[in-house]
């Protein structure tokens, strides 16, 4: 789970900064100025740092992390649309591995 957030992170973030350079372009390029590419690469990296801080809560705690990891995933993905493919699917299996896991047991000498 620790290194599927983290990967999807450090993957949208790559693609986060693609969007932004495109959107930058497209400010520049765009008659009246304006451009939704700008504030969506924007969205996007948000949502892969909230992915990074989810990644290093995992041990803490996992059901938090999934969730965020899920929300960051589908949040990234509808937000920069294609570019953020890949690290939506990654954050979206490592979420629901966060959500859907089990709690490690310790056995303990009386237990035996």
Known sequence: MFAMGLTGGIFG???????LITGVFAVVLSPDGTSGVWTAGLMGLIFSILAIVSAAMCKAKPRLA???MLVS??????????L???????LVIGGFMGILGKKKSVITMEQI
């Open 13 to 19: 973030i790559v693609c986060s900064v693609v969007a």
């Open 66 to 68: 999934g969730w965020l």
């Open 73 to 82: 995933g589908i949040g990234g993905f509808f937000s920069v649309l294609i």
């Open 84 to 90: 953020y493919l890949l690290p939506g699917i990654l």
